[in-house]
């Protein structure tokens, strides 16, 4: 079709100036109602291609194209080829991974000790004040401390942070006003 567009040679079979079989052949006497009558233009993809218009079925696939390449030859060889390069790109992806993630390992497993000794000491400093100090509650949901019974109310501290001696202090604020 494309030779047929470039103006090859007219008495080849199939080129321009040849009647063409199939589809694209021009419609016989009695067509169907709706149809195009001899000598009549097609309509629609079977139409003569015209001077900047992209050619029928068959023809170029640019770069406009939706329709994946599906033809075998280069396509299917470049797909097996990519196929190729992303499972070794995911080879090497999981490699550098599994290594990344085993010094992430010894790096936790270095600094877990420490971590499990502040959260310890955190836990006995919180036990100490609860002990010290029963009437003393918290509101989590309005984040701030009372004393049980009492009327005042003290923004909620960091927890975590707060020593036996601040929630002394916080006790006595409470209760003296």
Known sequence: MRLAQQGSAPGQPGMAGQPQPGWAAE????ALPGQPQPGGPQPGWAAQPQTG????PGGWRGSRSRVPDTSIGDGSLSSIGDDLASAAMGAAMGFIGRSIGRKMQNKFNQVLPTIMAKQEEVLRAQIAIAERHPDLRACLTDHVIFVDGGGRTLPMPNLNTLTVEQA?????????G
């Open 168 to 176: 002394d202090a916080l006790v006595a604020q409470l209760r003296n």
């Open 27 to 30: 419609p016989q006497a009695g």
């Open 53 to 56: 218009a992209p050619p029928g």
